[in-house]
């Protein structure tokens, strides 16, 4: 069975910074793209950023250039370097991936940007 444990969240000013982390057990970590997914108040879930097995990136316009997806296959864990916060980035902030035709998601990690 696949679990995915997500950690780091909280609250920060705007302007500031979180790593998130995402540890994973019961996969084959290394050969899984891992997603990071967004849920704000009210709004559907929008992809933030995904690395693929071998270290490919790609992020949503809106956090381009300020968050960084990357993994650590040694440890099972993909993180998300997120900096200059805004208000607007303020959701719950769910891990990822799909392990052999199956999906599985996070238990989610609150990020609140105040301003």
């Known amino acids: 069975q696949v679990q995915l444990v997500e950690s780091g969240g909280g609250l920060v000013q705007a302007g500031g910074s979180l790593t998130l982390s995402c540890a994973a057990s019961g996969t084959i970590f290394s050969i899984n793209a891992m997603h990071w997914y967004r849920q704000a108040p009210g709004a559907q879930r929008e992809s933030v950023a995904t690395i693929t097995s071998r270290g490919s990136t790609n992020y949503a316009d809106s956090v381009k250039g300020r968050f960084t997806i990357s993994r650590d296959n040694a440890k099972n864990t993909v993180y998300l370097q997120m900096n200059s916060l805004k208000p607007e980035d303020t959701a719950v902030y769910y891990c990822?991936?799909?392990?052999?035709?199956?999906?599985?998601w996070g238990q989610g990690t609150q990020v609140t940007v105040s301003s």
């Open positions: 990822h991936t799909f392990d052999r035709g199956w999906s599985y």
